[in-house]
């Protein structure tokens, strides 16, 4: 079993950075995939990037160029540093794990989520 705490998230304005942390529990977290998606008031959950345990990355076109995903092993922490922020990006944001080396894409593929991080842009 994984847990997982997201923590970072805050008001903000246009223009601004945050860094959302997703820290993890489990030994064996530098084999799984961490990704990250983002749920925004009305509708649908969206993908925003994600790090397979390789640590090959992969983000949506909506934050690509803005958003960088990392981990850090021995931390055995996830990272979504977001540059530029835009009012559009608000949203709460949630972590999710799984095993694997590679990136996953589709939130059914994830087997571990946190409870979510309010980010919130505004103009």
């Known amino acids: 079993q994984v847990q997982l705490v997201e923590s970072g998230g805050g008001l903000v304005q246009t223009g601004d950075s945050l860094r959302l942390s997703c820290a993890a529990s489990g030994r064996t977290f530098s084999s799984y995939a961490v990704g990250w998606f983002r749920q925004a008031p009305g509708k649908e959950r969206e993908f925003v990037a994600a790090i397979g345990g390789g640590g090959r990355t992969y983000h949506a076109d909506s934050v690509k160029g803005r958003f960088t995903i990392s981990r850090d092993n021995a931390k055995t922490t996830g990272y979504l540093q977001m540059n530029s922020l835009r009012p559009e990006d608000t949203a709460v944001y949630y972590c999710?794990?799984?095993?694997?080396?590679?990136?996953?894409?589709?939130?059914?593929?994830?087997?571990?989520w946190g409870q979510g991080t309010q980010v919130t842009v505004s103009s």
């Open positions: 999710a794990a799984r095993s694997g080396i590679y990136y996953y894409t589709r939130g059914p593929d994830y087997d571990y």
